[in-house]
């Protein structure tokens, strides 16, 4: 449960709403859905980044239903590929829902995908003139919500222009639950929301902006850290009706933004420059921890489909956050890896 909504009733009420409508029919959701409505209302690009089977699709497919503009679902695109929406696009207002990267044929339609919304969404345009292709989109306002696995994110962070254009213009939340209680059915919210041309409500002083803004600076630098702290900000208040930024909207954000912390844990430089290296295998097995506090080895095998011989080789090499307990067949999460998601508010 986030406290922080049971604290602020009535000036999160909508928050509050939408959180509760999920939670009450798909458990570990709910934080997902809402973060991205605010990502929607804020006109971010947004990749939500789970492992199969978290319920990625479902919270977007519930958005998608409650978006009241123009919208449009792909699965990806490449640069020529826009050309055929071009005029959709330009001067329009409107969201984006890719459901799954993974289905973009090609490594190159998947990561063009993310380079072409994030552009898009952060600048509004995209202008190319080439000898085979003539491409110009002006004047978009929209958000863009993607879905993809940690084996794409991985991907894309070892690309040059991850580290000099995507990662400042893509917001990166990490989902870590799997549904511990399947429900096939669609989550369902009676919350509608609107939309503001232009995100520069008043923000009135709170104690927690510097928390929230060092939240932020973990995954981008300073200035953008800024911008898009405050473009979350006036979308928490435009959810929840109001024509002001005020604390319940920092607390809120403050709680939604935590996650943003782990990215220094699994996204890992060697040096000062150069590229950004995951380990495929630490944000499944934090992803087990947080949903199971302890998960058993033959649920993961189910779950993930691998052999238990070499669940038990991965076991051994993620000593620091997880040990095996001989006979039991329990994994325990070591105090290091509770530190991590107890940062990060998953735990």
Not at 8 to 15: C, F, K, N, V
Not at 63 to 87: A, M, P, W, Y
Request: proline share 2%; charged share 25%.
């Amino acid at each position: 449960m986030l406290k922080v909504l049971s604290k602020y009733p009535e000036e999160l009420r909508a928050a509050n709403q939408l959180y509760s409508d999920v939670e009450s029919t798909h458990k570990g959701l709910g934080k997902l859905v809402l973060f991205n409505a605010l990502s929607d209302i804020a006109n971010r690009c947004v990749l939500n980044i789970g492992c199969a089977g978290t319920g990625k699709s479902r919270a977007t497919d519930l958005l998608f239903e409650r978006i009241d503009r123009s919208k449009l679902k792909i699965d990806s695109i490449t640069v020529s590929g826009l050309k055929r929406i071009q005029n959709a696009l330009s001067w329009n207002f409107m969201s984006i829902v890719v459901d799954d990267l993974s289905k973009g044929q090609t490594e190159y339609s998947q990561i063009a995908t993310v380079s072409v919304f994030s552009t898009l969404c952060y600048t509004g345009q995209i202008i190319k003139f080439t000898g085979q292709l003539e491409l110009q989109i002006q004047g978009f306002r929209g958000s863009a919500l993607i879905n993809l696995q940690p084996l794409l994110l991985r991907k894309i962070a070892r690309l040059p222009e991850f580290e000099t254009d995507i990662r400042d213009k893509a917001i990166r939340y990490y989902h870590l639950y799997f549904p511990v209680n399947e429900n096939i059915d669609k989550p369902k919210t009676s919350v509608k929301y609107r939309y503001f041309k232009e995100l520069n409500l008043n923000v009135r002083e709170s104690d927690f902006e510097d928390r929230v803004f060092e939240n932020f600076r973990y995954m981008f630098s300073k200035a953008r850290a800024r911008e898009h702290m405050l473009a979350y900000l006036n979308a928490s208040a435009i959810l929840n009706g109001r024509g002001e930024v005020v604390d319940a909207d920092f607390e809120l954000l403050y709680e939604l933004s935590k996650i943003f912390r782990l990215e220094q844990y699994i996204l890992v430089k060697r040096g000062l420059e150069g590229v950004r290296e995951l380990d495929e295998n630490v944000l499944p097995l934090l992803s087990s921890i947080a949903t199971f506090k302890t998960p058993s080895v033959k649920e993961l095998s189910f779950r993930f489909g691998i052999k238990k011989t070499r669940l038990y080789e991965i076991i051994q090499e993620l000593t620091d956050y997880c040990i095996l307990v001989k006979n039991s067949g329990k994994i325990i999460p070591t105090d290091y890896a509770k530190e991590i998601l107890r940062e990060c508010g998953v735990w």
